[in-house]
């Protein structure tokens, strides 16, 4: 014959089994099943709202969305006046970048933040177009677009394609900064000198935050002048 | 820190000055002049304060969006000259200062003011301490975005590790509930 606390006991005891843990183990299933599908469900996803709502090519927020990038100009060198060209927009993909000795193949969007960086190589507005004769940055991510960046090697070219002209860059130099350490790259990007900046976060298999970035330093090779004065 | 909040002033101004228009040109003689003002017009106990090149040319950018006319730049540069008297009168020296005495909001809403102006709207995510993520956002009239600054020039390009960070820890406590789970039934069954 059962006592009281033994019928108490087991009557937890049962509520754990049968109740409590079950409902943890399926939640906890449940948000494994989440994180781990959300790749293959994202693309869908994106597919239903092409089809079933407002959006369009140009606002779904996939990469090369937004994109005035029709393929290379064949421009690879003269000068173009600010009136002979369309500056490009914010948020727009405006060009295409690959870079030798690695896999980087990815469309060029004007602009950096947080949501821009998951659609390609993004360009810093604290930058100059290409053609302006001085520092353009673009940074990408190290788990996607510029994975491949820290195994570039010196003498690499660097292929830029805009909507209004080709560029071609070399890569000089490459050195690991840390992202505050301005006076590692200011000269660069301020200079009346025309250089490319490439750089994502270091090292690139990491998946903590790091305040270390890999930057290639590209020198100008050919690609049409641009004057932004009137 | 000092350096930091002049430099928060400073882009403040900037954006302020980033008047739209709805022509794209190149800079003009009147976005020379603001840009040179935005140059040399800040001074904090009687020293000039070197607006960063970096800073000048996100404005560069900005103009060669829009095509200021002289009634305009002489709006801009009045609203300029205000809210460097507001920050003259206010002596903000560090990053402190200004959201002690919510100087923040009011330099803002000079810019939003005189972004107002032209049916644009100019608006903030985040901190803007926090360089990497804090945004300072300008619309126009159909929300469609102008321009985001991140207070970093260089932005944080790092993998997002949100979703390995949620597996990890779901894994964590299943394999923690579970093994909770074992020793108490293994207890349990030991007892009876």
């Known amino acids: ?230 | 820190m000092k350096k930091l909040a002049c430099l928060m002033v400073v882009a403040v101004l900037l954006v302020v000055s980033m008047v739209p228009a709805f022509a794209a040109s190149g800079i003009n003689e009147y976005e020379k002049k603001l840009i040179e003002y935005v140059q040399t017009a800040y001074v904090v106990d009687g020293k000039t304060i070197t607006v960063p090149a970096e800073y000048i040319t996100a404005l560069e950018n900005v103009f060669t969006n829009v095509d200021t006319t002289e009634a305009q730049y002489n709006e801009i540069k009045g609203i300029l000259d205000e809210a460097l008297a507001f920050v003259k009168s206010k002596n903000l020296q560090t990053l402190e200062d200004i959201t002690k005495t919510g100087s923040t909001k009011t330099l803002l809403a000079y810019a939003d003011k005189a972004l107002g102006v032209v049916g644009f709207k100019l608006s903030t995510k985040g901190s803007l301490a926090d360089a990497d993520h804090g945004l300072l956002i300008i619309t126009d009239a159909n929300g469609k975005v102008i321009a985001e600054l991140h207070p970093a020039v260089i932005t944080k390009t790092g993998a997002d590790f949100t979703s390995a960070a949620f597996c990890g820890a779901a894994a964590v406590a299943v394999l923690a509930a579970a093994g909770v789970a074992v020793k108490r039934f293994r207890k349990e069954s030991d007892e009876d």
């Open chain 1, 1 to 230: 014959m059962k006592t009281d606390s033994e019928k108490n006991r087991s009557k937890k005891s049962y509520r754990k089994q049968f109740i409590l843990f079950p409902v943890v183990f399926l939640l906890c299933g449940y948000l494994l099943l989440f994180v781990s599908l959300t790749p293959i469900l994202d693309p869908l996803l994106s597919v239903y709202r092409l089809a079933f709502s407002n959006a369009n090519v140009e606002t779904i927020d996939e990469p090369g969305a937004g994109s005035i990038f029709n393929g290379s100009t064949g421009l690879t060198s003269g000068h173009l006046n600010w009136n002979d060209f369309e500056f490009p927009e914010y948020g727009s993909a405006f060009g295409r970048i690959t870079v030798e000795g690695t896999e980087i193949d990815t469309d060029v969007i004007y602009g950096d933040s947080t949501t821009l960086l998951k659609r390609g190589a993004c360009m810093s507005m604290y930058s100059h177009i290409p053609g302006c004769g001085t520092g353009v940055l673009i940074g990408a991510h190290n788990n996607t677009y510029f994975h491949t960046l820290p195994y570039v090697q010196e003498g690499a070219l660097v292929h830029l394609e805009t909507t209004y002209g080709s560029y071609v860059y070399r890569v000089y130099k490459t050195a690991i900064l840390k992202n505050d350490d301005a006076a590692g790259y200011r000269s660069e990007l301020n200079g009346d000198k025309e250089v490319l900046l490439l750089y994502t976060c270091y090292p690139n298999d990491t998946i903590a935050s790091t305040p270390y970035r890999f930057f290639a330093f590209c020198e100008y090779v050919s690609g049409p002048t641009v004057n932004m004065y009137e």
